[in-house]
């Protein structure tokens, strides 16, 4: 193992060592399958009961304001990625000291994102080791384990790909990534459709819940999931910093390119699978579409494998930033070398964590509402618009002022309730757990 390297003296050097910021030579394209890895994975395969809750009308309304607003404050996000003066904020915490202040910026800002990225985290290692479970129970009795066992290997994987030393690195996995997130997005659309058509059971579109209290849970449950569908904010920035940056050639227009590619990709997917998905098993539609859909059994294995595959790409991208956190924290705070050692025991401790807490939170619906409530509301919707309006100052009742006020109560809203519903669904569903089952 080589030795480690002595510690940087500047910020300069501890960027060159930094994963978020070690190497600068991305492609737009490169931006186009990150955020296509970050942003279709857990959340499109809620989707159906989003519709579920809902009910069709108010369901696709919803999903659309979500696509459309979200794609509005990412661009946002893209554009105040630099300076007037040129400086890159490759950070979300740095935006949000660049606008707020140094000390209130940063605790306004990295909270939020932590919980994002964290959340998502322990929901990939969820989804991860149940889609293998899924995967392999349809072919094959004999792999009637406990999901405890497939959470359990997931996490092995992650263990090993969390040594990449930086974004650009994980290039190929990121692109693996996306291209299984839009072939199970697919095969779940066709298979709904087929199950739909050939199927002779009686669906039922009305509510779930038989109660007033219980259906309005299950609606601030849905506004959690459908924060979590459009993710990707919380890691634009740092995705954006990889991608080089002069006066002339900004990184802004290359991202662009890549985020609109990524958005069409995301419409392509989302929509069908909510639609196709609701039409064919209504209300009784499972948190998690995929584990609705048993034939052909082939195929619906094939695709929980995709699913196994992608949510694998999605915890680093997800993680990188949060790598980064950690290892320049203990750089500067704690006075680390950093190395090879100092990656391998903080990355895999993080591992480590996010594998334990799945395995004593393994409920997929009730944590897509809780943290899509808790924080993604708040990256996708009310941070940028909130460093928009303090840093751009837009001209009162103008187009950005509209368009940022009403992505802020929106934002709002949903930060309100989705966690209430989320908490709700996780209790219901632990008084009938038993815990590493």
């Not at 009795?141 to 974004?167: E, G, M």
């Not at 739909?196 to 579109?205: A, I, K």
């Not at 929509?271 to 948190?287: K, L, M, R």
């Not at 750089?331 to 990656?343: A, D, I």
Request: glycine fraction near 8%; charged fraction near 10%.
């Amino acid at each position: 193992m080589a030795e480690p390297n002595p510690r940087p003296n500047t910020e300069a050097e501890l960027n060159s060592w930094l994963p978020i910021t070690a190497s600068r030579k991305a492609k737009w394209w490169y931006s186009a399958f990150h955020c296509v890895t970050a942003m279709v994975g857990a959340g499109v395969l809620g989707l159906p009961l989003v519709l579920a809750r809902l009910g069709w009308i108010p369901g696709i309304l919803a999903i659309l304001v979500a696509w459309l607003v979200t794609w509005y404050t990412v661009w946002l996000l893209i554009q105040l990625h630099e300076s007037e003066t040129g400086k890159r904020f490759d950070r979300f915490t740095e935006l949000g000291q660049h606008a707020f202040g140094e000390y209130l910026g940063f605790w306004l800002v990295m909270p939020q994102q932590l919980i994002v990225q964290v959340g998502s985290n322990i929901v990939y290692m969820v989804t991860g080791g149940k889609s293998l479970q899924k995967c392999l129970a349809l072919i094959t009795p004999k792999a009637d384990l406990r999901n405890t066992y497939y959470i359990l290997i997931f996490a092995a994987v992650q263990l090993v790909l969390s040594q990449s030393p930086n974004f650009n690195s994980l290039k190929i996995v990121s692109l693996l990534a996306a291209v299984m997130s839009i072939s199970y997005s697919f095969i779940a659309t066709g298979a709904s459709l087929w199950k739909g058509f050939t199927g002779h059971h009686v669906v039922n579109y009305g509510f779930r819940s038989t109660t007033t209290i219980n259906i309005i849970f299950d609606i601030f449950s849905s506004l959690g999931v459908l924060s979590f569908a459009f993710a990707g904010h919380s890691v634009a920035l740092e995705i954006q910093a990889t991608i080089p940056s002069t006066h002339t050639k900004p990184s802004k227009n290359p991202m662009t390119k890549g985020v609109t590619v990524a958005y069409l990709i995301v419409a392509l997917c989302y929509f069908p699978v909510a639609i196709s998905g609701y039409w064919a098993f209504g209300n009784e539609v499972e948190d998690d579409v995929l584990l609705s859909l048993e034939h052909p059994k082939w195929l619906i294995s094939a695709a929980n494998f995709m699913v196994f595959i992608h949510v694998i790409g999605s915890y680093q991208v997800f993680g990188m930033p949060i790598f980064d956190k950690i290892e320049s924290a203990l750089v500067t705070k704690w006075h680390f070398n950093p190395g090879r050692p100092l990656r391998l025991v903080a990355r895999s401790a993080y591992v480590v964590f996010t594998a334990f807490m799945a395995l004593i939170l393994p409920f997929f619906g009730g944590l897509l509402g809780f943290f899509g409530g808790l924080a993604f509301s708040s990256t996708s919707y009310i941070i940028p618009c909130a460093v928009w309006l303090k840093t751009q100052k837009p001209k009162a009742w103008s187009i950005h002022w509209i368009l940022c006020w009403t992505s802020l109560l929106i934002g709002f809203t949903i930060m309100t309730v989705a966690p209430i519903g989320g908490a709700h669904e996780i209790i219901v569903s632990w008084k009938s757990y038993k815990l590493f089952q």
